[in-house]
């Protein structure tokens, strides 16, 4: 009877029926994700890529599927419809510009895949469609620039003059920082806006439209501040500024927003005024949500992060060598 028993059992470990949970194929036990990125604009979304691409690996229990739209929310919208055709298990978004998610959303919501937002936000009827939101306060980080220039400023009764180089139009970092500028335009009359341009956080187009601007201006026009909203406009401003022989960091101050690496470096050396730092490292942050919603519980629906801010005073080699990005 024994040597019986003995042999079924060998022949079901043969078969492969009955078994055990630790013997299914990799392939079943991961978590699969996919993430749609914006695109690849700044050294700061290329940063916030390369974060979410060191978590979600397969070492770690993840299959990811990562699709980078090019700046164009249409890719984007393909993109999670993919996904939903793949069933994955969460969608990772990060929004291009605010509005049109509402029905792509549903259809997530519908197939029953959890969507997590990252770094901007979306504005839909029912915030329902979305489990979570990691990301940067950017009304604040423009309070921080703009509280910033009343320092600066404080005693001045003069003209303060302001070129404003606006990020992506509707995106959640473009609002938040334009407002914040808004509203410190508001309470201050001798602040005047020069311009308003559109940069679309990339450098390229930052010197081109800077470029044309300043071509336009007489020479005599003093310029006093550069609201750059994100770092790689600062550097098509800085050279577009240089090409008409203005002096970054004593005629003119640069802010800018990310403190990425070259913006650090920059504002050491006195070129760029201040860079107020916006996180991108939020692949963990992602994670948390996940694996909160992996246990069964509901994750805390929004998510901050700390940000600091630097000038060349507060600003070392050591401070530049230490920063991940
Ligand atoms: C901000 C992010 C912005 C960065 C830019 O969190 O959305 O987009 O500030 C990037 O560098 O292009
Ligand atoms: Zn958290």
Redesign the pocket.
């Known amino acids: 009877m024994k040597r019986l028993i003995c042999l079924i059992l060998s022949l079901l470990l043969l078969t492969g029926c009955g078994k055990s949970e630790t013997e299914q194929p990799e392939e079943e036990k991961l978590i699969v994700v996919g993430i749609s990125q914006?695109g690849a604009?700044?050294?700061?979304?290329v940063a916030n890529s390369e974060s979410m691409k060191s978590v979600f690996t397969e070492e770690r229990d993840y299959r990811l599927l990562f699709e980078d739209a090019r700046q164009i929310q249409e890719n984007q919208i393909i993109a999670v419809r993919r996904f939903i055709q793949q069933r994955v298990d969460y969608i990772v978004l990060m929004p291009l510009s605010e509005t049109g998610w509402d029905s792509v959303l549903q259809e997530a919501w519908d197939a029953g895949i959890p969507v997590i937002l990252v770094?901007?936000m979306v504005d839909v009827e029912d915030d329902s469609l979305y489990a979570a939101h990691v990301?940067?306060d950017?009304y604040a980080q423009g309070r921080k620039a703009v509280t910033w220039m009343e320092r600066k400023f404080r005693n001045s009764s003069e003209a303060v003059n302001i070129v404003h180089i606006q990020?992506?139009p509707g995106?959640?970092?473009q609002l938040g920082r334009t407002n914040a500028l808004e509203d410190g335009l508001t309470a201050h009359e001798n602040w005047n806006l020069l311009a308003r341009l559109d940069g679309d956080?990339t450098q390229a187009k930052t010197y081109e439209v800077m470029s044309r601007y300043l071509g336009t201006l007489p020479p005599e026009q003093g310029i006093d501040v550069v609201y750059c909203?994100?770092?790689?406009e600062a550097f098509g401003a800085i050279e577009a500024l240089e090409r008409y022989g203005y002096q970054c960091g004593t005629d003119v101050n640069v802010i800018c927003?990310?403190a990425t690496r070259n913006a650090l470096k920059l504002c050491m050396e006195g070129k760029i005024a201040l860079t107020v730092e916006?996180n991108?490292l939020l692949g963990p942050l992602v994670e948390e949500i996940i694996q909160t919603m992996e246990a069964g519980q509901i994750p805390q629906k929004q998510h901050y992060i700390e940000e600091k801010q630097f000038t060349s005073r507060n600003l070392t080699q050591q401070i530049i060598d230490s920063r991940e990005y």
């Not at 604009?41 to 979304?45: F, H, Q």
């Not at 909203?229 to 790689?232: A, H, L, P, Q, T």
Request: with cysteine.
């Open positions: 914006v604009e700044s050294d700061w979304r770094d901007r990301g940067s950017f990020g992506t995106s959640t970092a956080f909203e994100n770092d790689n927003f990310d916006c991108p």
